[in-house]
């Protein structure tokens, strides 16, 4: 277990993909045939600071282990580290770096989850989606980001900025790890095992899903896309073209009305003394989110629920969307990208998958997002599992490498607490890469 601590945090002298290296006890400790895994700093994890991302709160030491991640322990994953969020899991950028290019982002808010397993510094992780946390990331980082349908994973022992949005989601580099992760969490309530067999694509109905916002994808993008659909229909699928209740504006208005009045009141209740140190992206939401009222909130709440229900009648008849994860590839380190291409989903609660698909022209990842009907979790992972192999991208990790610095770039050594709990602790408010007003991971104050 000490040499595996000491691989990660020598690796991220370089990405900084992790808030803190350490661990906390679990049943698969020693064991060798147990799975590293990175843990968003919004879980608790017992013995492991909880800082969310923000330098305008003194990081919190954990009592307790979030749901989720007691699961994944049991089941036999070995916690290495918090990764790094955006602030509050919203908007804002931070110093990690994509692991295919470091001038590169990464994507957000689940930043270092994504680009941990994209590194290959641990073969899973875990993150959380408001808009488009999990599968926007997992495209940049050319990983598999799945979302399971709103629900179905416990959220007790997580910080929540949207309750009626966010969602535990999983990064792997492959969709079986990714939804077996995802099913342990669910405590078997997704119906998938990784040994499940994939379903393949011939008879079945693929939607082709553009949204009004086709015109600000990039041409490697749409490529992207239009490759996926030709294997899928040369598999012998039937695939065509869909609008859904959810392809205008009118869905992204309701998500950020229903999101930031949410999100608003989780950050109000955290006493926050020191407003100075809030970044930016966090006092434009909160400046926003005052002039939303609440009778405003309750009516795109009720708002939702009627597109939900006709966007379920919609696709009662079609297996699987077929639509993109982001407009491109990674923009430039420090802009996340926009969720768009998330966000009705996310709105939805619907069951969605990034996978990555092939190499820009400048040797960036380029995705693909499936999406299900709610509740049809394993029969979409199964039709990924399909999907992940016409698409063929895994020899492309080849490509990555992240060397294993020995240097000490303002990080402290792997230490053990006065509970036997090993822990790295970043000062990232004194990295010189780390963008001003943005606390990624300044937990050691």
Same mark, same amino acid.
């Given at each position: 277990?000490i !040499?595996q601590?000491?691989?990660?945090?020598?690796?991220?002298?370089?990405?900084?993909?992790?808030?803190?290296?350490?661990?906390?006890?679990?049943?698969? &400790?020693?064991?060798?045939?147990s799975v590293?895994?990175?843990v968003?700093d919004?879980?608790d994890v017992?013995?492991l600071?909880?800082?969310?991302?923000?330098?305008?709160?003194?990081?919190?030491?954990? /009592? @307790?282990?979030? =749901? =989720?991640?007691?699961?994944?322990q049991?089941?036999?994953?070995?916690?290495?580290?918090?990764?790094?969020?955006?602030?509050?899991?919203?908007?804002?950028?931070n110093?990690?770096?994509n692991?295919w290019?470091? *001038?590169?982002?990464?994507? *957000?808010?689940?930043?270092?989850?994504?680009?941990?397993?994209?590194?290959?510094?641990?073969?899973?992780?875990? *993150?959380?989606?408001t808009?488009?946390?999990?599968?926007?990331? =997992? $495209?940049?980082c050319?990983?598999?980001g799945?979302?399971?349908?709103?629900?179905t994973?416990?959220?007790?022992?997580?910080w929540?900025f949207?309750?009626?949005?966010?969602?535990?989601?999983?990064?792997a580099?492959?969709?079986?790890? =990714?939804?077996?992760?995802? &099913?342990?969490?669910?405590?078997? *309530?997704?119906?998938?095992?990784?040994s499940?067999?994939?379903?393949?694509?011939?008879? /079945?109905r693929?939607?082709?899903?553009?949204?009004?916002d086709?015109?600000?994808?990039?041409?490697?993008?749409?490529?992207?896309?239009?490759?996926?659909?030709?294997?899928?229909a !040369?598999?012998g699928?039937?695939?065509?073209?869909?609008t859904?209740?959810?392809?205008?504006?009118?869905? /992204?208005?309701? @998500?950020?009305?229903?999101?930031?009045?949410?999100?608003?009141?989780?950050?109000g209740?955290l006493?926050?003394?020191?407003? !100075?140190?809030?970044?930016?992206?966090?006092?434009?939401?909160?400046?926003h989110?005052?002039?939303?009222?609440?009778?405003?909130?309750g009516? $795109?709440? !009720?708002?939702?629920?009627? #597109?939900?229900?006709? +966007?379920?009648?919609?696709?009662?008849?079609?297996?699987c969307? #077929?639509?993109?994860?982001?407009?491109?590839?990674?923009?430039?380190?420090g802009d996340n990208? &926009?969720?768009?291409?998330?966000?009705?989903?996310?709105?939805?609660?619907?069951?969605?998958?990034?996978?990555?698909?092939? +190499?820009?022209?400048?040797?960036?990842?380029l995705?693909?997002q #499936?999406v299900?009907?709610?509740?049809? &979790?394993?029969?979409?992972l199964?039709?990924?599992q399909?999907?992940?192999?016409? #698409?063929?991208?895994?020899?492309?990790?080849?490509?990555?490498?992240v060397?294993?610095s020995?240097?000490?770039?303002g990080?402290?050594?792997?230490?053990?607490?006065?509970?036997?709990?090993?822990?790295?602790?970043?000062?990232?408010s004194?990295?010189?890469?780390?963008?001003?007003?943005?606390?990624?991971?300044?937990?050691?104050?």
């Amino acid at each position: 277990m000490i !040499d595996q601590l000491e691989r990660v945090s020598a690796m991220d002298r370089q990405l900084r993909a992790f808030t803190c290296v350490g661990t906390s006890p679990g049943v698969a &400790d020693g064991r060798p045939d147990s799975v590293a895994l990175g843990v968003k700093d919004l879980f608790d994890v017992a013995g492991l600071p909880t800082a969310l991302g923000t330098a305008a709160l003194p990081a919190r030491q954990a /009592l @307790h282990t979030a =749901a =989720a991640v007691t699961a994944l322990q049991d089941w036999g994953a070995v916690v290495v580290g918090k990764t790094v969020t955006s602030e509050f899991a919203y908007f804002g950028a931070n110093a990690t770096r994509n692991p295919w290019h470091p *001038g590169s982002s990464p994507g *957000g808010s689940s930043t270092g989850s994504a680009a941990a397993v994209g590194a290959g510094q641990v073969p899973l992780a875990i *993150g959380t989606q408001t808009n488009g946390s999990v599968i926007r990331p =997992a $495209a940049y980082c050319g990983v598999v980001g799945f979302k399971p349908t709103y629900g179905t994973i416990p959220t007790e022992g997580l910080w929540l900025f949207a309750p009626s949005f966010d969602t535990v989601g999983a990064f792997a580099r492959t969709v079986s790890l =990714a939804g077996t992760a995802a &099913d342990v969490m669910a405590a078997g *309530g997704l119906g998938f095992a990784g040994s499940s067999v994939p379903l393949e694509p011939a008879g /079945l109905r693929i939607a082709v899903v553009r949204t009004q916002d086709w015109s600000m994808t990039t041409a490697e993008m749409r490529s992207a896309l239009e490759g996926t659909a030709r294997l899928l229909a !040369d598999a012998g699928a039937d695939v065509d073209e869909l609008t859904t209740p959810l392809c205008g504006e009118e869905g /992204l208005s309701l @998500h950020r009305t229903i999101s930031e009045f949410e999100g608003a009141a989780a950050i109000g209740r955290l006493g926050i003394e020191r407003a !100075d140190l809030l970044g930016a992206k966090i006092r434009e939401v909160l400046a926003h989110a005052a002039t939303i009222t609440t009778e405003a909130y309750g009516r $795109a709440l !009720d708002r939702r629920a009627q #597109l939900v229900a006709e +966007l379920d009648r919609t696709l009662s008849g079609i297996d699987c969307v #077929l639509t993109v994860p982001a407009a491109g590839a990674a923009p430039p380190a420090g802009d996340n990208g &926009d969720p768009r291409f998330c966000t009705r989903w996310s709105l939805a609660g619907t069951p969605a998958i990034c996978l990555p698909a092939v +190499l820009g022209e400048h040797g960036l990842p380029l995705g693909v997002q #499936l999406v299900g009907r709610r509740g049809t &979790d394993a029969r979409l992972l199964r039709l990924a599992q399909s999907v992940e192999e016409l #698409l063929g991208f895994a020899p492309n990790y080849e490509r990555i490498v992240v060397a294993d610095s020995t240097e000490d770039h303002g990080r402290h050594p792997v230490h053990a607490d006065t509970r036997g709990v090993r822990v790295e602790l970043r000062r990232n408010s004194t990295d010189p890469a780390s963008p001003a007003g943005v606390g990624a991971a300044a937990v050691d104050r």
